[in-house]
């Protein structure tokens, strides 16, 4: 089912023209009302007539998340103060938040975005949709939020956290979708396990959102088969507009971004050139209707390739691969570089490996993995958790080729974090 068929499936040329328009009509709002993009494209020695073709963007300058943060509180704001409408912040866990606004009309058009993405996965009017994103600051959850009633579905804003009553309100009103971490929801998961609750027996779901954070195609897979639904990838970030940026379709290959709201590049992280297409590379985004904060060319740090080819759905958007990880999460121990997500993919295809992990590293370059294992794979032999420890710490081996140290924890015994997991702390004396 489609939000918009006509804009969903329109022709690529039809679309290539909607988004030069756009480009245009962006970088000229730019450079007329951000001081800071006049400079950085006075540098760059390109003016707003100069975009006559969608390659152009390629002389537009990067803005990093660097930018944003130097530009706190409200340097990149386009329009006159009277037309900001609402205000989110993405965390960074350090220092200065990024502050992002949005007009009344991004606002609507952010919603409507979310509407077309969830529409494209089955759900209709009727659908419960329970929330157990981060309400407040956060675009996680208000943006899916307002896209839901946009929608007709009956939305339960429960917040993250607090599974307990989670379940009562699963239950009390036959939820059929829930929106979610990855992490979050592989711990509901092991919470109705521990609860003796079967979700295909005892609970109405049949879909989840998860996003927000990156995740292997093993944990969907374990997120599906413990709780008997299908789970869709959501992707997004704040700086446009929050979730609803790229989503994935009942065919779940890929995130149909939606082009014609953001313009996508993928370049190479370190020389910051356009990646061939179908290459991996770091993604690059310039929003193309946002008022309120327009972004030139934001360098997202996520890690993807575009998949050139149609979907059976007939969504003419391109679609992007899953995220594996920013550019900036890759790990080097000992010398040999490694993303988080390759753990991830080893320790979610083991049997007997339960659904939370955490990496330690140390000292000079001491790695730990702490691995949960699973109640019903454990019989109460230690010799068997023994076995068990050495596979992982082989297999790890193999994928990442340094040899960590493997602890198995009981199920549950890692720490949840109510927002994004945290799955790996740095504790190096590098
Ligand atoms: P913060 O910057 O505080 O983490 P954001 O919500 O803006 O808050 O985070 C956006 C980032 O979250 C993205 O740039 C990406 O790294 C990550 N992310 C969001 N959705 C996904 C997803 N489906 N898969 C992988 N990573 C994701
Ligand atoms: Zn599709």
Partial sequence: MFWDQRVETMERAALAALQLRQLQDTVRRCSEHVAFYRQKCAEAGVRPEQIRTLEDVHRLPFTTSADLRAQYPDGLVAVDRQYLARLHTSSGTTGKPKAIFFSRGDVDRAAELIARCLLMTGVRRGDVLQNMMTYGLFTGALVMHYGAEKVGLLVIPAGPGNSERQLLLMRDFSTTVFHATPSYALYFADFLERKGVDPRRDLALRKAYVGAEPHTEETRAKIEQALGIDAYNSYGLSEMNGPGVAFECEQKRGMHLWEDHFLMEIIDPVSGTPQPEGERGELVLTSLTREAMPLLRYRTRDITSIIPEPCACGRTHRRIERITGRSDDMLIVRGVNFYPQQIEQVLMKVPGVGRNYLVTLRGLDE?????????????????????????????LRAEILVKPKVELVPPGSLPVSEGKARRVIDQRVL
Wanted: hydrophobic fraction near 40%; charge should be negative; avoid cysteine.
């Fill in 367 to 395: 790695m730990t993995v702490q691995v949960e294992f699973t109640e019903a794979g454990f019989d109460g032999q230690v010799d068997h958790l023994v076995r068990l420890q050495n596979q992982i710490t082989e297999k």
